[in-house]
């Protein structure tokens, strides 16, 4: 399991372990936090191409799907 704070997400970067459409490689670029200060949003995007995605930040910690920095 990576180890991951909330704080730290945006501009963090990320590998993929199951590589589709070529896309591997990707980077946080947007993370909105509610009064909180829970995520309520998380966006990736891949290097390959810019494609944007939503996710859930919880799965970044699953290491069977994402590894920590570009590998």
Not at 2 to 14: G, T, V
Request: hydrophobic content about 40%; some cysteine.
């Amino acid at each position: 399991m990576n180890r991951l704070s909330p704080k730290a997400l945006l501009h963090s970067k990320w590998t993929k372990t199951r590589v589709t459409n070529k896309e591997k490689h990707f980077v946080v670029v947007v993370v909105k936090f509610d009064e909180e200060q829970r995520v309520i949003e998380c966006v990736i995007e891949a290097v390959i191409n810019q494609n944007q995605y939503s996710i859930d930040w919880h799965e970044l910690k699953n290491s069977d799907i994402w590894k920590i920095g570009w590998i």
